[in-house]
């Protein structure tokens, strides 16, 4: 399948105050992450809070300047590009966000904010091409003629997200990059929201990359699967792979913690000690290695390569490494 979007060795670097003088510090929120989206499917990122994954996602938008590496979009490098340049990409890559309150502004109807873009990008002929679009737009959301006079806080979490998706939706983008875009709404309600999702990529042939903590939503949506721990990667492979056969530490640990229905089949629930550490001052080696229950001596002075376990199907960890296998 075609490459639509390309993420090459991509660093996201902060600096951090109060650095001694001619010493950089930095907070690594994104440190060395390559990885490819391909045309139509479903790139799901699944981490805990704090890996990283949404500043992943909003570097891919440019809505944080990448501090090295490459991004590719069809092709076209877009990583230096400024904002003007910037306009065009915005109409291949919308983002949906978590909290569809804090991204609508409260004192437009929903008319403005979904013509908004249409009118940013000119993409109207007149008046009534614009009220057109407007409203086609809401009925592919699910949202009806009348809501278009209304203002955000005149609706429930579900339809304000959905308000959202048809914002996005307004540019006819290629990509929707959706950061945690349920996790605000109850679970009735995401089955709702993914549903609809679905129902779009399929009808408007579009891409999505899915950042999320929850594994359960990430499974259910998702093609690929890339699993983030402290800045990286630590697994990246198809879905069913990723779930049913989880080769990192981590991905284990992750993943037993999600209760299958299954009950002839328990799966050991393996704890992991203490929390994610700082991204400040990372642990040397691999990252995972203070958590690990597979830790090596080599894994606390050498970073992993990635090791292709199957096909497509990437780990970081050394103990895929041939000279560390024991059979
Ligand atoms: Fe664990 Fe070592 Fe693998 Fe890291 S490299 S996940 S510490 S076994
Ligand atoms: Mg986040």
Known sequence: KDVLLKVDDLKVYYPVSGASIGKKDYVKAVDGVSFEVRKGEVFGIVGESGCGKSTLG???????QPTAGKIFLDGEEITGYN???MRSVRKKVQMVFQDPYASLNPRMSVFSIVAEPLKVHKLYKDQADLEKKVIDLLHRVGLDTYHANRYPHEFSGGQRQRIGIARALAVEPQLIIADEPVSALD?????QVLNLLNE??????????????????VEYISDRVGVMYLGNFVEVGDKDKIYSNPMHPY???LLS???????????????LSGSIPS?????????F???????????????????EVDEGHYVYCHLYDDRNKTV
Request: proline residues 11%.
């Open 58 to 64: 909003r570097a891919i938008c440019k809505l944080e």
């Open 83 to 85: 904002n003007k340049k």
């Open 187 to 191: 679970v009735s309600i995401q089955a």
């Open 200 to 217: 779009l990529k399929k009808d408007l042939n579009l891409t999505y990359i899915f950042v999320a903590h929850d594994l359960s939503v």
């Open 251 to 253: 991905t284990q640990a």
């Open 257 to 271: 913690a999600v209760p299958i229905p299954d009950p002839e089949a328990p799966r050991e629930r393996i704890l």
């Open 279 to 287: 991204a400040h001052k990372p642990p040397a080696g691999c990252k």
């Open 289 to 307: 290695h203070t958590r690990c229950p597979k830790c090596m001596e080599c894994c606390k002075s050498i970073p992993p390569e990635r090791y």
